[in-house]
């Protein structure tokens, strides 16, 4: 079933890049993303597979919360992600993954579901030929994240 629902939310990804009425002006830089979490008013998920974790690290301060690798699907992963805003829909973050192509094409399908104040990093972890990336900027990365149990425990 797991397999299924991957399968099923890859598909989607590559069948449909975007989803009308959905607005797409959420994109950040790399580095005004660590600005805005230094500043205090942005939470950065790294939706990143924990092998991806693992080889890079993670944007310090940021939270692990993979979309591929949820042993619950999509749906999990929406579940924690209003877990993590604290079920404020309104509430501002940024995804980041390794160069902004998978982030690219969550991004309006989350705005569609509600979540007005999603952004993403648009150069990842790596960057990509329009725009600089976390490491590109020389933004700093830590060995490992927080998880939502870790935020729970606070």
């Known amino acids: 079933m797991k397999l299924t629902s991957a399968l099923a939310l890859l598909i989607a990804f590559i069948v449909i890049p975007k989803v009308e009425g959905a607005s ?10 660590w600005e805005k979490q230094q500043n205090g008013g942005l939470l ?6 924990p092998g991806e974790w693992r080889a890079t ?52 399908h989350l705005q569609k579901l509600g979540f007005k104040n999603a ?16 490491v590109g900027e020389n933004l700093p990365m830590s060995p490992e994240g927080l998880t939502l149990s ?3 425990k606070k």
């Open 24 to 33: 797409f002006d959420g994109n950040l830089t790399a580095r005004s993303a």
């Open 44 to 49: 950065i998920i790294d939706m990143r597979r």
């Open 57 to 108: 690290g993670v944007p310090r301060g940021a939270i692990m919360l993979s979309l591929e690798n949820h042993p619950s699907g999509f749906e999990g992963f929406l579940h924690d992600l209003e877990a993590l805003l604290h079920e404020d829909m309104q509430r501002p973050f940024v995804l980041i993954c390794r160069t902004g192509g998978r982030t690219s094409r969550l991004l309006p």
């Open 119 to 134: 952004m993403h990093v648009s150069g990842g972890i790596f960057g990509n030929p329009s725009s600089i990336g976390w």
């Open 150 to 152: 870790d935020l729970s």
